[in-house]
């Protein structure tokens, strides 16, 4: 995707500016705090970590904008360096008021367009929460497949100890 927004159901893609940051961060925090996703723990994480997390040099990132405001994020970067440098991996966040509009899945297209044009060969998700059922299904619409499983990898806030899905696909 070039600098230049994409524009889709009502809402823009572009790539994201540190003046994105605060929002992302607001979606970032929020999405943690609901227990369901991410591990993090947002009392643990400063500005730096978070800004380096979405914003770092070797991060391609992308923002959708719905109504002026960043309503969902993208951040591709390597899954390893080295001998794995050809391996993408992608972290997503959707704004809670902005979900169900088809944030998730043009982000998700984006991400894989964006990564496939870096030269990457495949994209894996380290951690995909089971219970995500609706983020499981859209990136097995998006070609994606359960490679692997970690039983009760994750604590969530409302079920316990639930299973983590490695997912994965090739670009190429």
Request: one cysteine or more.
């Amino acid at each position: 995707m070039t600098a230049a927004a994409r524009m889709n159901q009502g809402f823009t893609l572009d790539v994201a500016t540190p003046a994105d940051f605060e929002q992302i961060k607001a979606i970032f925090f929020h999405v943690i705090d609901e227990g369901e996703t991410y591990s993090y723990e947002s009392d643990e994480l400063s500005d730096e970590w978070v800004r380096k997390y979405w914003l770092d040099d070797c991060v391609t990132t992308l923002v959708a904008r719905e109504g002026g405001e960043v309503a969902g994020v993208a951040a591709i970067r390597y899954n390893r360096t080295g001998r794995a440098d050809h391996v993408a991996n992608a972290s997503f966040i959707v704004h809670h008021a902005h979900r169900g509009h088809g944030i998730g899945k043009a982000l998700g297209q984006a991400a894989i367009d964006a990564a496939r044009d870096k030269g990457f060969k495949a994209m894996q998700f380290n951690y995909v929460v089971s219970t995500n059922t609706k983020a499981v299904a859209l990136w097995q619409s998006l070609g994606f497949e359960i490679v692997g499983t970690l039983p009760k990898g994750f604590q969530h806030a409302k079920h316990g100890l639930v299973d983590v899905y490695i997912m994965h696909r090739f670009l190429v």
